[in-house]
C-alpha cells in the first residue's frame, strides 16, 4: 500500500492546491504522512456523519470538498462539532484532505461533474482560466442539451438526474421557454451573472441563487434560472474524483479501494409546497 504522502502528492497534481481562491482553505488537515493508505472515501462535506461513516468503512485517507476550517480556528477541542471532527479522525488514524476551488476549476473538475450527471454536451468554461492555454479549465461550463427542452421539463430532468434533497429544483422563467444551451456551475452561482449573460445562453443552472441576484436577472436578461441543492450540485464530483484516483492507483499499482459517501449532508430536511391557491391579504393596518 502506499504512503499517505504518496497519494497527497497524487490528490495535488489532480487538482493543484496553487489553483484554490486565496481566500480558500485547501490540502490536508490532519494525517501522518508515513501512514499506510488503503481504503478512501469521498464526500462533499467532513461532518461527523461522513467521519463517522469513514470509521465504520475502515479508510485511511477522507477526501471532501468543502474545508472544515475554512476561516481558520484557535481550538481543536472536542467540545465543539468541528473539534470533535479532528479528534474522531486523529483517534482513528485517518487523514483529512480537502479539494475546493482548486477542484471547482480544474479539468476535469466539479462542473465538468454536474455536466455528465445531467447528460449535457460541454462546449467550453464559463469563466476561462487565462493560465490555461488549452482552454479547457475555468468556472462553471458552457454546454448543451441532447434535445431541446421546455423549461419546465428540464427542471423535472433535472431533478431526476441530481441526488434528491428536500429543496428539489426551484425554475424562474417561462415554463414553456424552449431551453437548448445551459450553463452550469457547481454549488453558488449567482456571483457569475455576467458571464453568464455573456454566454449567451438560455438558462443556468447552479445552486444558493438568492432572491435580488434572481430577480435582477430575470429582469435585464429572458435567461431562465434553475436553483438546486449546493450539496445536490457538488455531490457528482466525488464519483469524478474518486474515478480519477482509481486511475493513478491502477498505474502505480498502488490497490486503492475508493468509495463515495451517498450520505445526504444538505442541511435542509423538509419542504412543503405553497398551497395553489394561496392569496396573500392584509389583516392589519391601512387597506393597500
Known amino acids: 500500500m502506499p504512503a499517505l504522502s504518496e497519494v497527497l502528492t497524487a490528490l495535488d497534481a489532480l487538482w493543484p492546491p496553487e489553483r484554490a481562491e486565496q481566500w480558500d482553505a485547501v490540502g490536508t488537515v490532519c494525517g501522518d504522512p508515513e501512514a499506510e493508505v488503503g481504503r478512501v472515501l469521498f ?9 463517522d461513516e469513514a470509521v465504520t468503512l475502515g479508510a485511511d485517507l477522507l477526501v471532501t470538498h468543502h474545508p472544515l476550517y475554512l476561516r481558520g480556528t484557535t481550538t ?71 434535445h431541446p427542452m421546455t423549461l419546465a421539463e428540464l427542471t423535472a430532468y433535472a431533478a431526476a438526474r441530481l441526488p434528491a434533497t428536500a429543496q428539489g ?34 438558462a443556468f443552472l447552479t445552486a444558493d441563487l438568492r432572491h435580488h ?20 450540485t457538488e455531490w457528482p464530483w466525488c464519483e469524478q474524483a474518486a474515478a480519477q484516483l482509481d486511475a493513478v492507483s491502477d498505474r502505480h499499482g498502488w490497490g ?33
Open 169 to 202: 429544483i426551484r425554475a424562474a422563467g417561462d415554463p414553456d421557454r424552449t431551453i437548448r444551451t445551459l450553463a452550469v456551475s457547481g454549488g453558488s452561482g449567482d456571483s457569475l451573472f455576467d458571464d453568464v449573460r455573456a454566454a449567451g445562453v438560455d
Open 213 to 232: 441576484p434572481a430577480s435582477e436577472a430575470t429582469q435585464k436578461s429572458p435567461l431562465a434560472l434553475l436553483d438546486a441543492a449546493h450539496w445536490a
Open 76 to 146: 481543536v477541542a472536542a467540545s465543539s462539532f468541528k473539534g470533535k471532527v479532528v479528534h474522531t479522525l486523529i483517534k482513528h488514524d485517518i487523514a483529512l484532505h480537502v479539494a475546493h476551488t482548486n477542484a471547482d476549476t480544474a479539468d476535469p473538475g466539479v462542473s465538468d461533474a454536474l455536466a455528465g450527471a445531467l447528460d449535457l454536451r460541454i462546449t467550453g468554461p464559463l469563466v476561462p482560466d487565462p493560465a490555461d492555454p488549452h482552454g479547457r479549465r475555468g468556472l462553471g461550463r458552457i454546454c448543451e442539451l441532447a
Open 43 to 51: 464526500a462533499v462535506d467532513p461532518v461527523q456523519e461522513i467521519v
Open 256 to 288: 486503492l479501494r475508493t468509495h463515495v459517501s451517498r450520505t445526504v449532508t444538505d442541511p435542509w430536511t423538509a419542504h412543503a409546497a405553497s398551497a395553489p391557491l394561496f392569496t396573500p391579504t392584509h389583516t392589519t393596518g391601512a387597506p393597500r
